[in-house]
């Protein structure tokens, strides 16, 4: 049982290139979501999904893309890099959306845009 | 939405002392309150958290308490030790948990020898 499991652990892009963040969980959550964390800022959603096939816009979506074609994985696109978009990001996962289901977080991915 | 409010932005205390980090939110509706540490380089954590049928909740030298009434919760820990130092953040499921987590800014909390 690996838990949320995010690559790369880091990247650095140069402006207007793309790339596709991995997530992963084997606990057979139905809620997943993206973070990203910026200093002095906290967490803000970017997008989440409540089920395979399914996906919504968080606080801050613009940007990235997502899709959930399978339970397990939930890969966060940025179509053209920006400096802007030089953040720490969390994939997390749990069981449900509804309240009270502990929120597991990945070990994060650091991404340079130069 | 919901907007999470935490206090202080940082926390320096001696070691053996009290921590007290507070949090307002604005929705009432708003039913889940977890708190998380992250240690430099690392992933956020949950440590304990709170829902809204609850006033106290207790965990060792950790402990939250929730007003909903005036809508803040509290994160309290006792006789700190130097492990304690990280930063903590504070969260609120909106009403209906639709969007996740919303969390506070983070507190960086220092625990002086």
């Known amino acids: 049982n690996a838990g949320v499991t995010q690559t790369p652990k880091f990247q650095v892009l140069k402006t207007g290139q793309s790339m596709t963040l991995q997530c992963a969980q084997d606990?057979?959550?139905?809620?997943m979501s993206w973070y990203r964390q910026d200093p002095g800022m906290g967490l803000r959603l970017i997008h989440y999904?409540?089920?395979?096939?399914?996906?919504d816009q968080g606080e801050v979506p613009n940007g990235y893309n997502v899709s959930r074609s399978t339970t397990e994985d939930f890969p966060l696109r940025l179509l053209s890099a920006a400096p802007s978009q030089t953040s720490v990001y969390f994939c997390?996962?749990?069981?449900?959306?509804?309240?009270?289901?502990?929120?597991?977080f990945g070990e994060g991915s650091w991404l340079t845009v130069v | 939405g919901e907007n999470v409010e935490q206090h202080p932005s940082t926390l320096s205390v001696q070691e053996g002392d009290s921590a007290v980090i507070k949090c307002t939110y604005s929705?009432?509706?708003?039913?889940?309150f977890p708190w998380y540490k992250q240690e430099l380089g690392k992933r956020p954590q949950l440590i304990i958290d709170?829902?809204?049928?609850?006033g106290e909740k207790k965990d060792q030298r950790i402990a939250v308490t929730l007003n909903k009434t005036a809508k803040h919760f509290s994160l309290h820990i006792t006789e700190t030790q130097p492990e304690d130092s990280a930063v903590y953040f504070c969260?609120?499921?909106?009403?209906?948990?639709?969007?996740?987590?919303?969390f506070g800014k983070g507190t960086h909390l220092i625990i002086q020898p």
């Open positions: 929705d009432s509706a708003s039913n889940y």
């Open positions: 709170i829902r809204s049928n609850v």
């Open positions: 606990m057979n959550h139905e809620y």
């Open positions: 969260a609120a499921t909106p009403g209906g948990g639709a969007d996740g987590l919303t």
């Open positions: 997390a996962s749990s069981y449900s959306l509804r309240g009270g289901n502990t929120i597991y």
């Open positions: 999904s409540v089920g395979a096939g399914i996906t």
